[in-house]
């Protein structure tokens, strides 16, 4: 029977093999990767076709549209935060993965199945959306606004006080100094859509 303490990875790639990794540093059993097709285990873990019955499932894909239709399809979503610094009156919404250095400072809100990987900042009173996606060493100042499916590219920064709407992508280094109000990709200091 799965606990709190036992949950299956879902995906295989080179993100799957990093949640893992945290996953069993922070002492929970990885019964299993949910792949399309098993292969050879990763960390001693078999990559399998098929969920173990009842197992809380967590995030190893790192696109957000992708874990959105995982997550949408149902299932025992697992949360989960390592080595990382969360602040007062801080939530994360269920199947979100908080990577290891990520500070979350006071007042952060991230919703449903996020992504925020290594060594990443999101400032007092952000509120993120759905689905959102933020590469190593991001930084996103207070007061920040980001809506549904946002990716953040490494290193980008998002300056205090500014909005980012539904759909956006930041390439990485990007420097946002204004709010952002149409979907697309955007990139450069200042940022500029492509």
């Given at each position: 029977?799965?606990?709190?303490?036992t949950v299956t990875v879902v995906g295989a790639g080179g993100l799957a093999s990093e949640v893992t990794a945290y996953l069993?540093?922070?002492?929970?059993?990885?019964?299993?990767?949910?792949?399309?097709?098993?292969?050879?285990?990763?960390?001693?873990?078999?990559?399998?076709?098929?969920?173990?019955?009842?197992?809380?499932?967590?995030?190893?894909?790192?696109?957000?549209?992708?874990r959105q239709r995982l997550q949408d399809q149902g299932g025992n979503w697992f949360t989960f935060t390592c080595n990382s610094?969360?602040?007062?009156?801080?939530?994360?919404?269920?199947?979100?993965?908080?990577?290891?250095?990520?500070?979350?400072?006071?007042?952060?809100?991230?919703?449903?199945?996020?992504?925020?990987?290594?060594?990443?900042?999101?400032?007092?009173?952000?509120?993120?959306?759905?689905?959102?996606?933020?590469?190593?060493?991001?930084?996103?100042?207070?007061?920040?606004?980001?809506?549904?499916?946002?990716?953040?590219?490494?290193?980008?920064?998002?300056?205090?006080?500014?909005?980012?709407?539904?759909?956006?992508?930041?390439?990485?280094?990007?420097?946002?100094?204004?709010?952002?109000?149409?979907?697309?990709?955007?990139?450069?200091?200042?940022?500029?859509?492509?």
């Amino acid at each position: 029977m799965a606990t709190a303490n036992t949950v299956t990875v879902v995906g295989a790639g080179g993100l799957a093999s990093e949640v893992t990794a945290y996953l069993q540093r922070a002492g929970i059993l990885v019964l299993a990767l949910l792949d399309r097709e098993p292969g050879p285990p990763i960390h001693g873990v078999p990559v399998v076709a098929q969920v173990p019955d009842g197992t809380p499932l967590v995030h190893g894909i790192g696109d957000g549209r992708v874990r959105q239709r995982l997550q949408d399809q149902g299932g025992n979503w697992f949360t989960f935060t390592c080595n990382s610094f969360t602040g007062p009156r801080c939530h994360v919404d269920v199947g979100t993965v908080i990577c290891p250095g990520v500070i979350l400072t006071a007042d952060v809100t991230v919703g449903r199945g996020g992504l925020v990987n290594l060594a990443a900042t999101l400032g007092h009173g952000t509120t993120a959306g759905d689905w959102l996606t933020v590469h190593p060493g991001a930084n996103i100042s207070g007061n920040v606004t980001l809506g549904n499916h946002v990716t953040v590219g490494s290193n980008a920064t998002i300056l205090p006080d500014l909005s980012i709407c539904d759909d956006v992508t930041l390439g990485a280094g990007t420097v946002v100094t204004r709010s952002i109000l149409e979907p697309g990709t955007y990139v450069g200091v200042p940022a500029r859509k492509l």
